[in-house]
C-alpha cells in the first residue's frame, strides 16, 4: 500500500530556519509535491521534486531521496504568515497517475 | 484568468440526502481530481476524471459519484448523505493525468446533520 508520514505538529521562532521531514512508502513513485495550507483555505502548491536533490525557490526548498522514500521541506527566515499547514503529497503511478497526501503538518511560528 | 471555482462554498444537508458540488477547472487544464478533507487531516482522493471519464478511484463507497462535462467542468455527488460525511470538498485542476501540479479550488464545506 501507499503510505506518508510526517509530524503531526512544530512550532519556531520567526526569523529561524525549520526543516519539515516526510517519508512515504509507494510504488510507482512519480514525484513528490509540497503544499501549504492556511485554515480555510485551500491548499496551493510549493514545489514538485522528481529527481534526487535540492529545489530551491526563494525562502524555501524542497529535497529529495527516492531510494530512502524522503524529502524535507526547508523554510528560512520564518514569518508570522508561515503559519499554516504543509502537505507532503505523493503522486504514483497505478494503472494511471494518483497523487496522495499526507496528514500535513501544522507550523505554529512564534515572536 | 480564472483559476478553479467550486461551488457552493457552503452547504448544510440533512442525513440521507443527496448534494452535488460543483467544479469549474483553471483555464486549459482538462483534468480533475476530487478530494475529502476532515478537519485536521490532509485530503483524501477521491477520484479523478480526464475526457469525461473516471480514471482513478479512491477508497470511497459508491456513494460517491461523478461526471464530467465536455467544458472539462466538473460534479460530485454524494447519495444517502452521513454525518461522516462532513467535510471540506477539494476540487483541483491540472493539465493531463501525468502527475503534474494540480491547482486547487476554495472547497465546499458541507455539514451533515
Known amino acids: 500500500g501507499q503510505n506518508i508520514d510526517q509530524p503531526t505538529e512544530m512550532t519556531a521562532t520567526e526569523g529561524a530556519i525549520v526543516q519539515i521531514n516526510c517519508t512515504y512508502q509507494?510504488?510507482?513513485?512519480?514525484?513528490l509535491f509540497w503544499y501549504q495550507q492556511h485554515a480555510g483555505e485551500a491548499p496551493t502548491f510549493l514545489s514538485y521534486?522528481?529527481?534526487?536533490g535540492l529545489e530551491e525557490k526563494g525562502r524555501f526548498s524542497s529535497f529529495l531521496s527516492r531510494s530512502k522514500g524522503y524529502s524535507y521541506l526547508l523554510l528560512k527566515e520564518l514569518q508570522m504568515k508561515d503559519s499554516a499547514s504543509y502537505l507532503c503529497a505523493v503522486s504514483f503511478q497505478a494503472g494511471g497517475f494518483k497523487t496522495i497526501f499526507g496528514a500535513g503538518t501544522r507550523l505554529f511560528v512564534k515572536a | 484568468d480564472a483559476g478553479v471555482t467550486q461551488s457552493p462554498t457552503h452547504l448544510i444537508k440533512t442525513r440521507g440526502q443527496q448534494v452535488t458540488l460543483r467544479c469549474s477547472p483553471k483555464?486549459?487544464?482538462?483534468?480533475v481530481s476530487w478530494y475529502q478533507q476532515a478537519l485536521g487531516q490532509g485530503p483524501q482522493f477521491i477520484f479523478q476524471?480526464?475526457?469525461?471519464?473516471?480514471?482513478q478511484r479512491g477508497n470511497f463507497p459508491d456513494r460517491f459519484s461523478g461526471h464530467q462535462f465536455p467544458n472539462y467542468s466538473s460534479e460530485l455527488n454524494v447519495n444517502a448523505l452521513l454525518l461522516g460525511d462532513s467535510a471540506l470538498y477539494l476540487c483541483?485542476?491540472?493539465?493531463?493525468?501525468?502527475?503534474?501540479?494540480?491547482?486547487f479550488g476554495q472547497g465546499t464545506r458541507l455539514t451533515v446533520v
Open positions: 483555464s486549459g487544464h482538462d483534468t
Open positions: 483541483a485542476s491540472s493539465l493531463g493525468t501525468g502527475g503534474t501540479e494540480a491547482f
Open positions: 476524471y480526464y475526457e469525461e471519464e473516471e480514471r
Open positions: 509507494t510504488s510507482g513513485f512519480n514525484g
Open positions: 521534486n522528481v529527481l534526487d
